[in-house]
């Protein structure tokens, strides 16, 4: 007599910072069927409220496991988001790679997927970046995920060992607000998710940074409400704010 | 009137382990002209000793600076060399990939180096592996280095505004006898080097673990004496230890 096992689904790593994009992609990942495993560093980031929002985001996209990983980028320097002596741009996204770019921050990132889903015999890794409404930093172009999926194969035992590594990044060609329309039909909850990369303590955006602005417009291109506890609002947007 | 200003040494970015290798590697990037930055990964290594012995050996091969830093690799465990309950396998160099593999190790080490190098505006980083007399990882081959260096020029903000990017992999096709002879020959002082994967908290090594044995091996087929403090003699070597 046999029996039937019911087979378990795919496992996969799903990088997840806390806000819209990386929220969105863990609902993608989910409801292709895979479980999930999701994996946040504390690099020493100005918003460190947005892992809180990734641990909320976790539990509410039902992961199987949310794990944050320390590590003190914030030693090298080099950028407004872990640097407090270089201050975060809000007077509107700029042509070419802004100072909140974080020196090697996705590669950084996606190789420590890489490791967590070596070990989980996951062959999947899901990564939240976008090349529309972006903020111009290179670690978010196709070439770059591409070049990512290639020394994947070649790093590790998996992919020797015949099995084949896929980076999705199911967001990359979306706009903003298809991002948005999406996730809202997956059912996220953007009112948890932080964008701000200078959010306050009580994950409050300050309306006004780039990240903020594309959050914002993304909601209204979409035509649906904004949930964000903007400080700043559109109208006063061109003021600059005191920010605690 | 003009000024001759003198000028500066590039900067390179240099993976320490402490190790034969990556001592001789530092040597190399030196004698090559860089100006060298070393890097260190505490990442729960089981010989964290070797952690001492990279700041010995930085020290004594004239590094600008020395950083170490924190990564908890071992909490994703999978590798003898970061979960206490996987021993080390002390029966010989057997064909394919160890138990002491080290998830996506060398990606990480080099994606943090990548962070580092972006900052310090260094456009050459410095790896010592080794495809010849080495322990089949797989993140030590050619083509692994290859597609990182590709993955390095896309990924950063250098890479984009036309820097070049180089991983130097200066051992790739050295056999251990011939990275010795180099190092030697450099003023490299093995001495201060631990390579041992289990080695004791004074940096003595074990004598019989795949790593000592390539060491040992080395030493002898370049005809030089080696200067590593041994728990087990190579005539002993057949016999279990009782390590501490």
Known sequence: MSTLLPSRPPRAVVLLSGGLDSATTLAMARDSGFDCYCLSLDYGQRHRVELDAAARVAKALGASEHRVLRMALGEFGG???TDNAIPVPVDGVQPGIPV???PARNTIMLSLALAWA????????????NAVDYSGYPDCRPEFIAAFETLANLATKAGVEGAKL???APLIDLSKADIIRHGRALGVDYAVTVSCYQADEHGRACGICD???????GFSAAGLGDPTPYL???QESTRRPELP
């Open 79 to 81: 950028s407004a988001l």
């Open 100 to 102: 909140t770019y974080v």
């Open 118 to 129: 070596e070990v989980l015999g996951s062959r999947d890794i899901f990564v939240g970046v």
């Open 166 to 168: 896929t980076i999705h």
């Open 211 to 217: 990240s903020c602005r594309l959050r914002r417009e």
């Open 232 to 234: 700043i609002s559109p």
